[in-house]
């Protein structure tokens, strides 16, 4: 009875070693790119891609290394095959305020989007790889390039220890807001 027990526990610890190596997710590519290495980051994007093509998380990751590594036309691809999949997830949204960064009425109505979804604003803007202030200080840079002060500061007031006490038709306090953004850490 015991050799019993014991036989079972060593089965269900198998199927349990057996389902991670499984899942795409439990060393993804995202593991690569926090510790900077779009190399194996990308490599490993798209062999999962091969198995899993329905994974908002790979292809999320595959237009962020593509993008990476200068390829506009493939991070364009993978960017809108992950919008097909959910609009206005993270994964996208971060693509596409990178992707779109000379044209500030996209990344405004991108980030726009990831305001009013993540209120919360998480450290993290796609799991634990690159910290929500990337897409805040490229949504913010937008949203100052349009002369959209007042609602920078709606955010900054959100996500930063700026004074509440600004008055945005004052050019001192607007340069005020141009700082904060500057020193958001990416």
Known sequence: MENNKAFLILIVLALLASCSMLDPLSEDGWTYVKEGDFSKAHAKFKKDFSSFPDSLDIAGGLSYTFLAFGERDSAKCYLDLSRGMESGNSFSILVSVM??????????????????????????????????????????????????????????????????????????????????INSLEE
């Open 99 to 180: 992707y779109f960064r000379d044209e500030p009425e996209s990344v405004s109505r991108d980030y726009r989007v990831f305001v009013s979804k993540y209120s919360s604003f998480p450290l993290y803007a796609v799991r634990d790889a690159v910290k929500s202030n990337t897409i805040h200080k490229l949504g913010l840079t937008a949203e100052v390039r349009l002369d959209s002060f007042e609602y920078a500061y709606s955010v900054l007031k959100k996500i930063t220890d700026i004074s509440d006490t600004l008055d945005m038709s004052n050019d001192e306090d607007k340069y005020l807001i141009i700082e904060y």
